[in-house]
């Protein structure tokens, strides 16, 4: 009954380095999204993903790398952390993305400090 | 104009109050309207979901919505100190594409 999970949940990285976030959930929703959360911006999507296999840019995207090889698992990589990218980063899940009713489920977040 | 708009804070209220918190979107067609409660440090949960024009209560809270002014709110009624949180606004775009506000910061004082 874990719902959707993020590991690790605090990430201390040098600059340079490559980043790799996970995310996992247990509902066999179709999408799933990453977002970053800084003060002054709220949440900003960076990608998402309407199923294995499908991931499409969002509003942030550039410097992360996605992939979904397995609709459970959804991982945010950084292939060269920047300071910028220090950040507080959310994952979430929605059913199907497209039924009025579907809502957004957020894990528990990450917080990466890149120095 | 940004997509999502929500009342600046930080927003305080005395214990037992009501916290009005105000949200306003640009996209005509969106149908869905869903409100978060985030406590500092902690991920959003949702809290209140809408769809279609009037009021609906849950308790405490009452969303309101108005799809002819583009706008819907959240009522708090008989505010706790436990309702002190950032509350974001999201809409689900006639696109599919769901928009969070920037978020308004409530601070319930007892």
């Known amino acids: 009954d874990a719902g959707i999970t993020q590991s690790p949940r605090y990430k201390i990285t040098e600059t340079g380095r490559q980043v790799t976030l996970m995310c996992h959930q247990t509902w066999s929703h179709s999408y799933m999204f990453w977002y970053r959360q800084d003060l002054g911006h709220g949440l900003r999507l960076i990608y998402y993903s309407a199923a294995a296999d499908i991931t499409d840019k969002g509003e942030v995207p550039d410097g992360y790398v996605v992939s979904r090889s397995k609709t459970e698992n959804f991982p945010l990589t950084l292939e060269s952390a920047t300071r910028s990218q220090t950040s507080v980063y959310f994952c979430?899940?929605?059913?199907?993305?497209?039924?009025?009713?579907?809502?957004?489920?957020f894990g528990p977040g990450t917080r990466l400090t890149v120095l | 104009q940004k997509e999502v708009e929500q009342n600046s804070g930080p927003l305080s209220v005395p214990e037992g109050a009501i916290a009005s918190l105000n949200c306003t979107y640009s996209d005509r067609g969106s149908q869905s309207f869903f409100w978060y409660r985030q406590y500092s440090g902690k991920s959003p949960e949702l809290i209140m979901s809408i769809y279609s024009n009037g009021d609906k209560e849950d308790g405490r809270f009452t969303a309101q919505l108005n799809k002819a002014s583009q706008y819907v709110s959240l009522l708090i009624r008989d505010s706790q100190p436990s309702d002190s949180a950032t509350y974001l606004c999201a809409v689900k775009t006639s696109y599919d594409k769901v928009i969070f506000g920037p978020g308004t910061s409530l601070s319930v004082i007892p």
């Open positions: 979430a899940s929605t059913p199907t993305g497209r039924a009025r009713e579907d809502t957004q489920y």
